[in-house]
């Protein structure tokens, strides 16, 4: 297959792919993505997975197999990004508590050999407990999630946060492996 890049700098993402038997090398996509735009579909999200892939191809010194990600917490068909502040932080959890959401993470894998591409997206939901305003500080201040899509880690929420999920654990953390995994298996070596 050749090399491959992953073109994120998520921790989360990083650890997930470090537990398969892949070995990746990590380049930091430099495309800026659109955080004007709030109303879901999975095209928005497939595409923004592409094009971080893309912006990466220019940055390569030999070929390689580029796999990209971008996963978003979807609320009443609302797109859920990372929260500016605090006060964003606070009303995002604020919003999804008592309530179910997904989360959804569009895939792309790019050769840069035969220019293939491949994309796809997982959805996953999450449904939360009820939380007081006193719960949701806590989280704000104890794990300082303004670098999560959502406000939020499902990793890392303490009991009583989080009544349940259906789908993919990892989808929710930041890459449904077993997806990546299939697209890097079935683009042309």
Known sequence: MGKIILASSSPRRRELLKKTKYEF???????????TRTDF??????NLAVNKVLAVVPILKEPAVILGADTVVVLDNKILGKP?????????LKNLSGK???VV????VYNTTNKELKQTSVTSYVEFEPLTDEQI???????????????YGIQEMPAGYIKGYKGSLENIIGLDTKTALDLL???TK
């Open 100 to 102: 179910t959401h997904s």
């Open 84 to 92: 500016k502040d605090r006060a964003e932080a606070f009303q995002m």
């Open 41 to 46: 579909s999975y095209e928005f999200i497939e």
């Open 137 to 151: 500080y806590f989280y704000i201040d104890t794990y300082k999630p303004l670098d999560k899509a959502g406000s």
């Open 25 to 35: 090398e990590i380049i930091p996509s430099p495309y800026i993505e659109d955080h």
């Open 185 to 187: 298996k079935n683009i």
């Open 105 to 108: 993470t569009g895939i792309a």
